[in-house]
């Protein structure tokens, strides 16, 4: 069973600045993506951020590009999301996502991962 495990969630101001991180638990997967998605109350999941393992091209949402970051530290076996400049209509439960080399699916869709984190929250006050 793979698990991921995030961490930085919490409670900024607008403007501030915050740095999530995911690393996976338990069995070991082959990492060929990862990224971020974001939920808001009464909202679908939506994609944020993504990022080639290997490679490490990276894509993102138009409403998050130029603010946010994403990165990864291959011996760490980490992804990364830093959000930058953070505005209250970021305010969600965020979600990082893998899936290996064999998985299907877009990199900009729920469907393209295969193993989901738990979800942190983030607050950005106005």
């Known amino acids: 069973q793979v698990q991921l495990v995030e961490s930085g969630g919490g409670l900024v101001q607008d403007g501030g600045s915050l740095r999530l991180s995911c690393r996976p638990s338990g069995r070991t997967v082959s990492t060929y993506r990862a990224g971020w998605f974001r939920q808001a109350p009464g909202k679908e999941r939506e994609f944020v951020a993504f990022?080639?393992?290997?490679?490490?091209?990276?894509s993102y949402a138009d409403s998050v590009k130029g603010r946010f970051t994403i990165s990864r530290d291959i011996a760490k076996n980490t992804v990364y999301l830093q959000m930058d400049s953070l505005k209250p209509e970021d305010t969600a439960v965020y979600y990082c996502?893998?899936?290996?080399?064999?998985?299907?699916?877009?990199?900009?869709?729920?469907?393209?991962?295969?193993?989901w984190g738990q979800g942190t929250q983030v607050t950005v006050s106005s």
């Open positions: 996502a893998v899936a290996g080399p064999d998985y299907s699916g877009t990199f900009d869709s729920p469907d393209g991962y295969a193993y």
């Open positions: 990022i080639r393992w290997r490679a490490g091209v990276t």
